[in-house]
């Protein structure tokens, strides 16, 4: 069977620019001082990604959480079909690495996921451990996926596996109590022994990095903060490599809008 050399070559060129800026992105995670945790905001849409890069930031996160409400969704309802072309539209429009919140995969294979976030254009991934139901997975099975996943995008993709034991989780006591530490550790260490770059341990109190650090958790480690915590500095003191916001940014943006539109509504007279 004869093959197209022209799309053969097209292929071989789109896979080489994906492992140039995966490596990118893979690179920025590693050899940062302690108080410069890499900051990835979280562009809902092309236009808040060209913004956020021409900020100077060298690479976004999109989360699908703020993708959903833009797109008229509840967040953990966006059609796959939906959520893989705004990432699309958003990794087209700026020049900087894109890694895609693709929440806990869909359903999809390891092969047809890989394939369906690299055609999209990003360059990374963030994978979520709460199954259908909003139950935690079982933590080998997520880890035994995580390495399909590892398996099939090779150093293609920059995999951050989120763990949702703060979320979701079983362990005791609260915060940053010891129970809850321990049970997202262990998911942690899992999770990364299965070829995850990055974990995230999402919505762990800013007093819980340096005690999931003491738990053995070693290599970059996600974090989201809320109003209230520590400085980006002190948060990458404290434990943190990486920080994105989840739909922090979109939300703090519609603030301004809400003030805009009724300022709007008052010079029309048409004020609620």
């Not at 309802?77 to 995969?105: C, H, K, L, N, Y």
């Not at 369906?116 to 080998?140: F, K, M, S």
């Amino acid at each position: 069977m004869s093959t197209d050399p022209t799309a053969a070559t097209a292929t071989s060129t789109a896979a080489a620019t994906a492992g140039t800026a995966a490596a990118t992105l893979r690179a920025l995670h590693h050899d940062r001082p302690a108080d410069r945790p890499l900051v990835l905001p979280g562009p809902w849409d092309a236009f808040s990604a060209r913004a956020f890069e021409e900020a100077g930031f060298p690479a976004l996160a999109t989360p699908s959480a703020g993708i959903a409400a833009v797109l008229g969704y509840a967040d953990g309802q966006t059609p796959p079909d939906e959520m893989f072309a705004a990432v699309a539209r958003i990794a087209r429009a700026v020049s900087v690495p894109v890694t895609a919140d693709v929440e806990a995969g869909y359903g999809l294979s390891a092969k047809e996921l890989v394939a369906r976030v690299l055609e999209a254009g990003a360059v990374g991934v963030n994978l979520e451990d709460t199954a259908p139901g909003r139950v935690l997975r079982d933590p080998r099975e997520q880890a035994d996926w995580l390495a399909e996943v590892r398996e099939e995008a090779g150093p293609a993709l920059v995999i951050n596996a989120r763990v949702d034991t703060y979320l979701h989780g079983s362990g005791s006591g609260s915060g940053s109590g010891s129970g809850r530490v321990a049970e997202a550790a262990e998911r942690a260490r899992l999770y990364a022994a299965a070829g995850a770059d990055c974990v995230y341990p999402i919505k762990a109190p800013a007093a819980a990095l340096p005690r999931l650090r003491e738990a053995g958790v070693e290599g970059p480690l996600n974090f989201l903060p809320l109003p209230g915590d520590p400085s980006f500095a002190e948060l990458g003191r404290l434990g943190a490599t990486r920080i994105t916001f989840g739909p922090g940014l979109l939300h703090r943006s519609l603030a301004g809008l809400g003030e805009l539109a009724r300022g709007l509504a008052a010079d029309a007279g048409t004020a609620a």
